[in-house]
């Protein structure tokens, strides 16, 4: 199993540009999730996906918008890119189906993650 | 709004020695934690997890205490390997599948 995968690695981008982060899954998760990583910071929740057709707000979603596109992709999208959102991204999945955490086969695995600087 | 902290943002240890990285946390509604590992340029990884109607849980060479009367989480690493170099985040689950992370803590093994 490759587990979770992003794509692209790194990405640079003008302000006002716009672009599509993707990731993938192979473990049959139900839930998805987009973090972004701060420079000496913790991770934030842009968005979930708890389950196939469903997506929610996380703590800091404004400016991004995202797709859970089948059970295995949940891309994320910039429309319109500024210096502020220039961060590392972090995709994640994990199992439940409750959208409750019972255990630490619960627990979220994360992807690589893509490092987005925007000029 | 609640949130996860640390208390200090490196440490620093020799080889061999056993590390101690402490978080704070104040959602006392919240009943699970998981300690996280991140090294460089790789997403966080799973360590070990606790949950509040728990003290202390063992796993291997990581111990995770929780004293919920001070709302604090502690995470112990015994043996510390250069491997273990790292930036290590504590997290906390408020409500349905949102984790909170805390700063984070870098431990650097020194040889």
């Known amino acids: 199993n490759a587990g979770v995968t992003q794509t692209p690695k790194f990405q640079v981008l003008k302000t006002g540009q716009s672009m599509t982060l993707q990731c993938a899954q192979d473990?049959?998760?139900?839930?998805m999730y987009w973090y972004r990583q701060d420079p000496g910071m913790g991770l934030r929740l842009i968005y979930y996906?708890?389950?196939?057709?469903?997506?929610d707000k996380g703590e800091v979603p404004n400016g991004y918008n995202v797709s859970r596109l089948n059970k295995r992709e949940f891309s994320l999208r910039l429309e319109s890119a500024a210096p502020s959102q220039t961060s590392v991204y972090f995709c994640?999945?994990?199992?439940?189906?409750?959208?409750?955490?019972?255990?630490?086969?619960?627990?979220?695995?994360f992807g690589p993650g893509t490092r987005l600087t925007v000029l | 709004g609640e949130s996860v902290g640390l208390h200090l943002p490196t440490l620093s240890v020799q080889e061999g020695d056993n590390s101690i990285i402490n978080c704070a946390y104040s959602n006392s509604a919240s009943d699970y934690f998981i300690w996280y590992k991140q090294e460089s340029g790789k997403g966080p990884q799973f360590i070990i997890d606790?949950?509040?109607?728990?003290d202390k849980r063992q796993g291997q060479r990581v111990t995770v205490l929780l004293n919920k009367t001070v709302k604090h989480l502690s995470l112990q690493i015994a043996a510390t390997q250069p491997g273990d170099s790292a930036v290590y985040f504590c997290?906390?689950?408020?409500?349905?599948?949102?984790?909170?992370f805390g700063q984070g803590t870098r431990l650097t093994i020194n040889p």
């Open positions: 473990m049959n998760h139900n839930s």
């Open positions: 997290a906390e689950i408020q409500g349905a599948q949102k984790l909170v």
């Open positions: 996906s708890a389950s196939e057709g469903t997506t």
């Open positions: 994640a999945s994990s199992i439940p189906t409750s959208g409750v955490f019972q255990s630490s086969t619960d627990t979220q695995y």
């Open positions: 606790i949950r509040s109607n728990m």
